[in-house]
Every structure is written in C-alpha cells, then in structure tokens.
C-alpha cells in the first residue's frame, strides 16, 4: 500500500518479517541517538522479537518505507495475563526517523495500531477493563506531543541509573543465602520467584512459562554475570529469593533486565548483596565496563536508594504513558 504523507513523497508501508530486520535494526539505533533513549538492538535482536509468543507480525506490525529504506515502524503486544490490577494491557511501539517527522507517519501509525491493540484485547481480555500503553520518551520528546494529543497520559517516569563495573561494593554474605549464577535448569524456579516479587508491583502482570523461556534463552541474556540468591534454609529453603537477571546489546555495557526479591525475603540486603555479587562479576569477566539499570521513580520497596547505595547515578530519565479504555466486549 502506497500513501503519500506530504508533497511529493510517496511511502509503502508493509507489515514487518525477517527480511527486514536489518533495515529495521538501522531506524532502530538511529532513533536511540535522536531521541537520547540508547535503546540499541541489532538486527538478530529483532529477529527474536518477532517471534514473541502472541505476536502475530502479519497482523500486529507495520514499516514505512522511502525507497529501500525504513523510515517509520510501529507495533502491537498484548500479553495473555492483566496487570497487577487486574487490568488488560496493550502495548504499542515503535518511531519514525528523525528526517520524516511533521508529515504525519506517527499518527498514520497509531491509526492502525490502536485498533489492533483493542481488537487483540477484545480477543484475549472480553470484559476486562484496560488501557492502552506506550512509552513516551524523554521529557519535552516528539513520541510524547504526539501521545497526549491522542488522549494519552503520563503515568509513570524510569530513571535510568548507571555505574562502572570497576571498584565494585563489597559483596556481603546474607545468612541463609547462597549467590550464584543461574543454570539452564534454574528457568522454572526463577520465573515463579519473579511472579512472587513483582505480583505487587505498578504495570506488572504474571509472566507465563513460554513468555519466560523467549527472556531466559534470548542471545542478549548474559547468565555467567547474572546472580540468583538461593535460601538454603529455614521456610523457604530450595527457592530462589533474589535474582539479578543480565542483559547486552552494547559493546561492553551490561544491562540488568530484572531484579527482584520475594516479598518473604525483603529487608534483609539479599538484592543489594546479590547486584554487588553481579557488579563484581561484570569486572572479573574483562568484557564490561559498565552497568545500567531501569528503575520506576515510584517503586513501593525503595529501590533507587538502593541503587544509590551500591554507586549508581542517574543518566536519563523516561516516561510511560497510557489511555485508559471501556471494557471490551
């Protein structure tokens, strides 16, 4: 389908495939340079993102092309569990290169995502009242103009903290505890201490065993400077308490995907001892520099202090954003 968003520039637009995951890796990294986010992911990266379980790329995507190269790209994900909450959530993401803004590819975009997004909740949640999410950048960004004209709100705002994995903190011993890197056979075990410690947390819902599988055995997933906090005794001995979950899709930049600790076990320093322990690893391997991580600026267990505490500081700061919906039927 061709359209033509401003005079004389004609543009095709095509649902995303693998033969696009290049060109797609292209307006994805030029877009974490434009809008300050440093969201890098490679073409294998995005490769693995199409085949997300529940996401449908015929159905759930789109690209817009001048020429042979893509200039916009949108997509729709709908997990198959609500939030915290209760609530159906409907993911929508994607951009348009920095040049091709102000001719209406972002809300040509929207236009077809959203409806997707309501059907696919319709499909999976009937009945379910929800909202429709997206992230809206840095403060002052284009993604976030465009998103409150549509009816969208900032909700929330992620710091994204940042330190060097040299003269790490001291790695303390947590009595009751043994620090380790996770096994191919830890998978179960620590996706059912992930549903434990964030069942209370803001946006999240319970991650499903083949969702887990796609994160746990992704190409960016770097277990050997992953930790995981095992109690070895007392009520919940044999479990996984703790875990510090590593991810890299930069050169030499470790990124923690997920942390977290059962709420059983808060207040003790397991996560602050288990993040020391991955600091410490991230230095011995010789192939980091430096590690990143997330952190809701509202988080109900005080996490940005302790991040604070192990030498983290904050880089950048961004926004999610939602339009709540009628229940669908």
């Avoid at 379910?128 to 409150?148: F, M």
């Avoid at 109690?231 to 590593?246: I, K, N, P, R, S």
Wanted: with cysteine; hydrophobic share 40%.
């Amino acid at each position: 389908m061709d359209e033509d968003m401003a005079p004389g520039t004609a543009y095709r637009w095509s649902r995303l495939g693998e033969q696009d995951v290049t060109a797609w890796a292209e307006l994805v990294n030029h877009l974490a340079v434009a809008d300050g986010t440093e969201e890098f992911l490679s073409a294998e990266d995005l490769a693995e993102e199409l085949r997300t379980p529940g996401h449908d790329p015929a159905q759930d995507s789109w690209a817009v092309w001048q020429g042979d190269a893509m200039v916009g790209y949108g997509v729709a994900l709908v997990p198959p569990t609500t939030d915290h909450e209760g609530q159906a959530r409907g993911y929508l993401g994607g951009g348009v290169h920095a040049d091709h803004r102000g001719r209406g590819l972002g809300t040509a975009l929207l236009d077809r995502l959203e409806p997707r997004a309501v059907e696919l909740l319709a499909q999976r949640h009937a009945g379910v009242p929800g909202y429709l999410s997206a992230g809206g950048g840095r403060q002052g960004s284009a993604a976030q103009e465009l998103l409150s004209d549509r009816g969208y709100a900032v909700v929330r705002w992620f710091n994204l903290l940042t330190r060097p994995v040299a003269d790490g903190p001291v790695v303390r011993e947590v009595e009751g505890v043994e620090l380790r890197s996770p096994r191919p056979e830890d998978e179960e075990a620590v996706r059912l201490a992930h549903n434990a410690a964030f069942r209370d947390h803001w946006g999240s819902g319970p991650q499903s065993a083949e969702l887990w599988h796609e994160h746990w055995s992704s190409r960016s997933a770097r277990p050997a400077v992953s930790t995981l906090a095992w109690a070895v005794d007392g009520e919940l001995a044999g479990q996984v308490v703790a875990y510090v979950m590593v991810g890299q899709w930069v050169d030499r930049e470790a990124y923690v995907t997920i942390l977290g600790t059962v709420p059983e076990a808060r207040g003790r320093g397991v996560a602050a001892a288990a993040l020391a322990r991955t600091i410490a690893e991230a230095e011995r391997s010789g192939d980091l520099d430096v590690i990143e991580l997330d952190v809701d600026s509202a988080s109900l267990t005080g996490a940005t202090r302790l991040y604070e505490r192990l030498g983290f500081v904050h880089k950048h700061a961004t926004c999610a954003m939602r339009r709540p919906l009628p229940r669908s039927s």
